[in-house]
């Protein structure tokens, strides 16, 4: 959800740091952009309704916020899917903080190297998305 964010701070200069204040201002622009007028939600809903009309039958969304991912959910009917690495840590801003404030459908832990993550995603594609049985 936050792509569209990006676009408009990199507009007025941010460089696509990450540092605390960097995450900082984008939730806070976020959180602007959200009481004006919906846009990131808006936006968001835009793409998965163009994704589907192009075929899609996965659509990940990297949404970080409760009320975002309990609109999600109701409006599209969706999985929730939380991507664990290292421990718990604090940036400074409630997007960022509040990430495991929220009960996910499917946990996955992303704490070994490139060949478990390349594992734990061809699992995930062939139970959660193809459904198939173990």
């Not at 507009?11 to 900082?24: I, L, M, N, V, Y």
């Not at 459908?105 to 061809?122: C, K, P, R, S, V």
Request: net charge negative; charged share 35%; hydrophobic share 35%.
């Amino acid at each position: 959800m936050v792509s569209y964010v990006k676009a408009i701070a990199k507009t007025f200069g941010w460089q696509g740091t990450k540092e605390p204040k960097d995450r900082k201002m984008l939730s806070q622009l976020k959180d602007l952009l959200t009481e004006w007028d919906d846009s990131p939600f808006r936006t968001t809903c835009m793409m998965i309704h163009q994704a589907e009309l192009n075929g899609a039958k996965v659509v990940f969304i990297d949404a970080r916020e409760k009320p975002d991912i309990e609109r999600l959910k109701e409006k599209f009917d969706c999985k929730t899917v939380l991507l664990v690495r290292g421990e718990k840590v604090e940036y400074g801003n409630h997007a960022d903080d509040e990430v495991f404030d929220i009960d996910y459908d499917i946990t996955i832990y992303n704490d070994g190297d490139l060949d478990d993550l390349h594992f734990a995603a061809e699992r995930f594609v062939t139970y959660v998305v193809k459904g198939e049985k173990e």
